[in-house]
Structure formats: C-alpha cells, structure tokens
C-alpha cells in the first residue's frame, strides 16, 4: 500500500516545485518508488508525456527526479491562460474546454473524479506519492468545490506539510495566519511546516521556528537555505526567467505576455559562451544581437499585437537589415510568417491578420493539438535530436520547401533564402547537445562546453543532499498517510 504527503504553500511560488522535485529525489535514493501528483496546475509551460497528453513542465521535472517518464496522471487538470480572464482546461492531457475565470470556479468541482482517478492510478504502482498544491489553502473564498489543496487533501485523505517562504518577509505571519482563518478540519490536517529560502545564518531563525511551533502545534521540518542552483532546473513560471550569462553570443528573447514552453531557453543559458538577455515590456531590442529568439506563445495572434505594441516589429526588422538572425519556435515561428488566419475564431475572434513577412509561409488555426515526442533531424548538418510538438495550426508556403528538419521522412520548419530566418514547431530541440553546438558554432562557439542532461541530474542530485541535510525526512516519512 502506497503512502502520501502533500506539500502546500503559505502563499503562490514559495517554492513548492523545486521542494517536491528535491524530496521526491531523496525518497528515490532511500529506496522509494515515488511518483509526483499535482491536481491541478496552472501553467503555460508544458511537457508531452509518454501516453501521449500534457502536463505542467514542472511535474515533467519532478517525475524526471523520480525516474519516471512523464505521464498525464501526475497531473490531471492542467489550465493555460488565453487571457487575463480565461484559460484552456486540460483534463487527462487533452483539451476539454476554454472558460472563463468565473465559469472554471463552478466547473471544478466536477473534475474531482478525474483528479482522483489519476491519484489512484498512481498510487497503485508505487510505495510513495508526493502531491503538491497549487496556490495556498489560506484563500478559504476558494475552498468550495476546491480540487488544488484542501479540498483534494480531505477527498484522499492526505495529510499536509505547510511551506512558508522566509525570503519574501513575514514567514511567521504566512504561517500563524494560515492556521488562523483555517476552518478546523482542514488545520488539523497539517502535520507539519518548513520555511523556504533562508539566507544566511539558519540558526538565526531558531526562535522563529519555536514560535511557529507554539502558535499551531505543528511539527517543525526544518528552515531549508537558498539552493543556490535552482537555477540550472527548468523553471515553471516565466517570471522565474531572467536574463542570464556574460558570454559573447548573444540572443535576445521578448517576453510575450502568454510565452509557452520556454524551456527551450534553459540549455541555451547553460552555454558559457551564451547570454540570454530577455526584454521585458516598454524596453527596445538591443542592436547587438546575434540572434533574436520569438518564443511559443498560447496566443499567437495576441502576442503578436503586444509585440507589435512594443514596437519589437521594427527592432526586428531593423535586426534583419543589420543581417541579423531570427529564430521563431512554434508560436513564435507562426509570427515569422506572411499571415495567420484564424477562421474558426479558435484563440478568440475569427480573423486573419498579416505576420512579420520574415518567411514566405502562412499558418491557418485548427482545432486538433498535435502532441507528440519526436526524433527529428537537421537537413544541414545531419545532427539527431530528441524534441516535442504541442501546438495548434498548420503552417504552408514557399520556404517550407527549405525545410530546416526530417521526422521520420517528412519535412519540418521552414527557412529564408539566406538561411537567417529559421522557423519550427519543434520545442526542447536546444536540449541536445550536439544540435545546440551545431547551431551555435557559426556564431563563435570554438568547443562543446556544457552537458546539458547530465546538468540537470547532477543537480537534482545536489537538491536531494540539500533536502536530507536541512529537512526532517524521517518526520516527513512518519507523517504520510496510507492511501
């Protein structure tokens, strides 16, 4: 019979993720077989799973650090933000449904079989689970048909660890107050607390663990450090993303308002040779880039309004005359294009609007997603990649007679005459090694300088010493329940 934890925030990005993925590890290397669940996620950035749907990159991440390939039980209702006010609903990896805000809050409760189902599954097939929550259970005005904290804690009868996050200031008001607007149930259903993100001296902090423990009853886990390499995991939320690297290539991505997948940033920062410089809203594109980067977007006709709005369309164009390359994935690489025709009206109203004219290829919106794991191959240099598709539309035209890549016989991208411009629905292409060496090499990189995989494991490997050293694993063990 399996066991499970669930780990919830005093608050949103207390690090709840990178705490899962760590613990998840260090169970793995006692001798567990874990699989993460996370009931419902919010999120742009996803990963394609082995069963063919999709889930939040982080619980990719975090089954990564169990040693398991991603499946879309691990998380069961994924939401991606259109708009301020509505998002995609994903149920078991494939799309049900696009509400809005208000409409999602009586359509939740309904998916609590779906949630259930899958946390079931999982549990069958192994010793421990590990949920995490998402937001914080404190929003008690949520608590109602609540499918993403308390409300699933109670309908599997889950015991909880409480996350506060010291580094934003008030951790023992994010915990005390917690436990206070707590409706008793679902307070007598934390175990136990952790504090986040310290820095500096760890025993400073001793009184204030005392207190917590005083005030709430609850099992003090330990105060965890800043892990200080959290940087080299792929990240969750694009606002975790910065600007990164001093080397002398030089690639600038616009922040899109509804960027998607942009992990295909992440083996790209790990380059010594490469900055990744990315510019936010109100700001110009530098003149000095070596290559300009359009990301995937869940809105690609939205974004490329805002990035028009930024007046980013003359920076790039103004790039390209200075001879410049552009490089546009998925969403980004739609943009590249001459026009977008959305007849269906599938990302909000039915229309055709002009791209940035950078290929000869025009894309029309289709209401089937492809979602698939794929081996490709760049036409230029004979290099094997592993990537993902996950995207809506069909792209066609002139330059996609230049192909950029072969999957299993059939062309993929498109590029200009010159070779500059180079477009493709292919995601998590930079991941390997000898592609990305490849691509960058005409811009400087003299030698291969970094093993990107093996990066991410050696620091999941480090996260897991980082959680046996600072957290009480035994307690956390003894405070899991059977399921």
Same mark, same amino acid.
């Given at each position: ?148 904290n308390m409300g699933f804690a109670e309908a599997a ?91 002398? +290539? ?41 290559? +300009? ?24 164009l103004g790039h390209v005359r200075r001879g410049g ?14 026009? +977008? ?50 995207? +809506? ?60 995989e093996a990066s991410v494991d050696e620091t999941l ?23």
């Open positions: 019979m399996a066991r499970a934890i669930m780990i919830q925030g005093a608050g949103s990005n207390v690090g709840k993720s990178i705490l899962v993925a760590g613990i998840a590890r260090a169970l793995c290397k006692r001798g567990y077989k874990v699989a993460p669940f996370k009931p419902q996620n919010m999120s742009n950035n996803a990963a394609v799973t082995s069963d063919g749907g999709e889930i939040g990159r982080a619980q990719a991440l975090q089954a990564r650090a169990c040693g398991l390939a991603p499946h879309t039980d691990m998380n069961p209702v994924l939401l991606k933000p259109e708009t301020d006010v509505g998002a995609q609903v994903i149920v078991h990896g494939h799309r049900v449904a696009t509400v809005k805000a208000r409409d999602y809050g009586k359509m939740k409760a309904t998916l609590m079989p779906a949630v259930l189902d899958s946390f079931q599954r999982l549990a069958a097939d192994v010793d421990f689970v590990i949920v995490e929550g998402a937001g914080s259970p404190a929003e008690i005005n949520l608590r109602d048909g609540d499918i993403a009868d889950v015991p909880v660890v409480l996350i506060g996050d010291i580094d934003r200031g008030g951790v023992i008001a994010q915990l005390v107050g917690t436990h206070a607007v707590l409706p008793p149930a679902d307070r007598d259903r934390i175990k136990a607390f952790a504090v986040n993100k310290f820095r500096g001296d760890v025993s400073l902090f001793k009184d204030g663990a005392t207190s917590i423990v005083n005030m709430t009853g609850w099992a003090n886990l330990g105060t965890v450090p800043w892990f200080a390499d959290a940087h080299k995991l792929p990240a969750e939320d694009i606002m975790d993303i910065a600007s990164s690297g001093d080397g002398h +290539i030089k690639i600038v991505v616009p922040r899109l308002s509804r960027i998607a997948n942009f992990d295909d940033l992440d083996p790209l920062a790990s380059e010594p040779n490469v900055t990744i410089e990315i510019v936010d809203a109100g700001r110009p594109l530098p003149a000095d880039a070596d290559v +300009i980067l359009l990301p995937g977007t869940k809105s690609t006709i939205g974004d490329l309004a805002y990035l028009r709005a930024q007046g980013w369309d003359i920076d790039i390359h552009v490089l546009g994935i998925c969403g980004g690489y739609q943009m590249l294009g001459a026009w +977008i025709d959305d007849p269906g009206g599938i990302e909000g109203i039915a229309e055709r609007v002009a791209g940035l004219g950078l290929l000869d290829v025009e894309t029309v919106m289709t209401g089937d997603k492809r979602l698939a794991e794929v081996t490709a191959r760049d036409i230029a240099t004979g290099t094997s990649l592993s990537a993902y598709e996950i995207h +809506i539309g069909r792209t066609t035209g002139m330059d996609c007679d230049r192909p950029w890549f072969e999957i299993e016989g059939r062309p993929e991208g498109a590029q200009s005459a010159s070779g500059r411009i180079k477009g493709c629905y292919l995601h998590g292409l930079f991941a390997s090694d000898s592609f990305r060496h490849s691509y960058l090499a005409p811009f400087g990189l003299d030698a291969p300088q970094s093993d990107f490997d480090a996260l897991a010493k980082h959680m046996e050293t600072h957290l009480d694993i035994d307690t956390l063990i003894n405070a899991a329940g059977e399921v």
